[in-house]
């Protein structure tokens, strides 16, 4: 079944005409497999009430080499399969509204999701997770944020251990744009992810986990710094594998790491930082950019510094300005002093 090139599908905010759980089975839609015939728009209307979809897709999606944005208002579930080239935007109009997709292994009919174009999270939530089997959701590039919206990408397993992103997938977190990891319903088993590679532009990277079970991310091809950006480990711990990435640019903003314990403090999971394996994991420009805030429930910015193994740690703390000023204006005054003494 074709989608109309250039066609804005609106669903509206009326009862569905379904007797399942808000899952839409419109003609315009989808009540079979789906082809783009061009670039598409579709604008999904209000919740009908809260804990309610507006829309539920079970179909295969074949982008067929074109684009198809996600606009509007309201939370679709997306249990489709997605195929072909081609890319998708997500740009909801509150930063609430929500498009959660669920990759399914055993769906009748179903196809691999075979999508590697780009995902642009530009507003709203994107949730990632997974029911069963062995399928990631994003397999292609992802992009979130740097569209003047709150953007966030929500990673949330149901399945303990189970990735849902593709170990080649480069993920770029621009300004008001946030990362997220967490566990789902495995509240009881650590969670992984790996990535390709990850670019920081003003965005935040963050472990939304609670839990004392780890969380760790691993990034095969290294961090990039665009600009300043945030890490935010989290109170239920993290471990951050970055590969070297002494070989790649970095602009001229800081990366801000906040929520690190050397070791288990009351509620506080103990996290850990590394680029490579080495102390060549970073260049020293590289290290001067990153800072640990409040580290080991410290206050203030803490330099970093990274060990034989490629540990970051943080080295020691930064002076508060008024606190330069203070001390400049004593060593000169005791200058002066001495001087007089002399004369």
Request: glycine share 12%.
């Amino acid at each position: 079944m074709p989608l109309a090139g250039y066609a804005t599908i609106t669903l509206p905010n009326t009862a569905p005409p379904h007797t399942g759980t808000g899952a839409w089975h419109d003609d315009v839609v989808l009540t079979d497999d789906a082809t783009l015939t061009n670039n598409g728009q579709l604008t999904i209307g209000q919740k009908i009430s809260p804990g309610t979809r507006a829309s539920h897709f079970l179909h295969d999606i074949n982008l067929n080499n074109f684009e198809l944005t996600l606009s509007g208002t309201g939370d679709t579930l997306i249990q489709s399969n997605i195929l072909g080239s081609g890319n998708i935007t997500i740009d909801l109009d509150t930063a609430n509204s929500k498009v959660t997709y669920h990759t399914l292994y055993d769906r009748p009919g179903g196809n691999p999701t075979t999508y590697t174009g780009t995902t642009h999270v530009k507003s709203g939530i994107l949730e990632l997770n997974t029911l069963s089997g062995k399928r990631d959701a994003i397999v292609g590039d992802l992009i979130i944020g740097g569209a003047g919206a709150v953007a966030e990408v929500t990673r949330k397993s149901n399945v303990a251990n189970r990735q849902l992103i593709a170990d080649t997938a480069h993920v770029l977190i621009r300004e008001q744009g946030t990362f997220k990891l967490n566990r789902g319903n495995a509240r009881n088993q650590s969670s992984q992810e790996t990535i390709g590679a990850l670019t920081l532009d003003g965005g935040t990277l963050m472990n939304a986990t609670t839990s004392s079970k780890s969380t760790t991310l691993t990034v095969k091809n290294g961090l990039t710094l665009s600009s300043t950006s945030t890490i935010k480990l989290g109170q239920g711990g993290m471990n951050l594998k970055f590969s070297d990435s002494s070989h790649l640019s970095w602009g001229n903003g800081q990366l801000i790491i906040e929520g690190y314990y050397h070791s288990n403090q009351g509620s506080n999971r103990k996290s850990r930082v590394s680029f490579g394996n080495n102390a060549t994991g970073l260049t020293s420009d590289q290290l001067g950019k990153i800072f640990f805030k409040n580290p080991n429930g410290s206050t203030g910015l803490w330099s970093s510094q990274i060990n034989a193994r490629g540990v970051l740690t943080p080295l020691v703390p930064i002076p508060e300005p008024g606190t330069l000023y203070a001390g400049a204006f004593s060593l000169l005054w005791c200058l002066r002093h001495f001087r007089k003494r002399k004369h």
